[in-house]
């Protein structure tokens, strides 16, 4: 059985989906909880909301510390791979080990995994990443520091506001293109 919480952060109320095996999916902060929580609902129409279970407790809060500014990695959050092709796993898992306020090309995870090709590959499997955050997609940026796509609502503005919290070079340069 699939549960969900929302909790609040200093940029908006976010929220994490879970089932047996871990993590099912997580939501990056919106201004108005229904708008979370909808999402959730649309994602995992039978989903019911719960308490944050004490497992996910330190999950929270390293979602938080990282919406104030703060450098967690979340690494040590369970999440669930059973439902997820192994080459998005892979780059699920890359993708994972990029630090808070750090960045990678769509091309320099294509070289990890071997294929300097499959740079738009990576780029399918990150727009279909269900634990944002989590697993930090927006770390992801394309080459020549320009920010690249964001599936997330709010697209590449979303992606910029995370990457500037995190304090990311990748921020600031992306704003020089917007002149």
Known sequence: MTQYALFE??????????GDHGLVGVHLPERDPETARRSFLRRFPDAC??????????TVED???????EKPDLLDTPIDLSRTPEF???????ARAIP???????????????DKL???DVGQALGKNPWPIVVPCHRVTAAGGKPGGFSARGG?????????????????????FAL
């Not at 952060?9 to 879970?18: K, P, R, V």
């Not at 796993?89 to 890359?94: F, K, L, N, Q």
């Open 100 to 114: 808070p306020g750090e960045t990678l090309t769509y091309g320099e995870i294509a070289v990890k995994l071997g």
């Open 63 to 69: 979602v938080r510390a990282l919406m104030r500014g």
């Open 9 to 18: 952060t200093a940029i908006g109320h976010a929220g994490i989906a879970w």
């Open 88 to 94: 998005h796993a892979r780059v699920y898992e890359i």
């Open 49 to 58: 909301e719960a308490s944050v279970p004490a497992e996910y407790g330190k």
């Open 118 to 120: 499959l740079a738009r």
């Open 156 to 176: 590449v503005n979303t992606k910029l506001r995370l990457l500037g919290i995190e304090g990311a070079k990748a921020a600031a340069q992306a704003d020089l």
